[in-house]
């Protein structure tokens, strides 16, 4: 069975930059997809980012692309993700999360795996 721990959270201004850690135990992330979504209270947890451990492909959603940037750290099994000029609307619980199939998705119905999540709070 494999554990996420997300970690790197914080208060931020706006402009200002983040890097989120996503760490698995259990397992090595040797064909996973890892992807980090974000969720506001009283809404839909939303994609954010994605990427295929074996093959290094990503994949972003329209309101992060170009700011944020997913990324994977083999000698330590994790996931990072960069996120620059961020915006009071980045403010969110984020999660990571994993599935066994090298093949991008940005639903989370694929994906089984989560972690418990990071508060990002970015002020304006």
């Known amino acids: 069975q494999v554990q996420l721990v997300e970690s790197g959270g914080g208060l931020v201004q706006a402009g200002g930059s983040l890097r989120l850690s996503c760490a698995a135990s259990?397992?090595?992330?040797?064909?996973?997809?890892v992807g980090w979504f974000r969720q506001v209270s009283g809404k839909e947890r939303e994609f954010v980012a994605a990427?295929?451990?074996?093959?290094?492909?990503?994949s972003y959603s329209d309101s992060v692309k170009g700011r944020f940037t997913i990324s994977r750290e083999a000698a330590k099994n994790t996931v990072h993700l960069d996120m620059n000029s961020l915006k009071p609307e980045d403010t969110a619980v984020y999660y990571c999360a994993g599935r066994i199939s090298p093949r991008l998705n940005t639903s989370t119905k694929y994906y089984p795996y989560w972690g418990q999540g990071t508060q990002v709070t970015v002020s304006s």
């Open positions: 990427i295929s451990w074996n093959t290094g492909s990503t």
């Open positions: 259990g397992r090595t992330f040797s064909s996973f997809t």
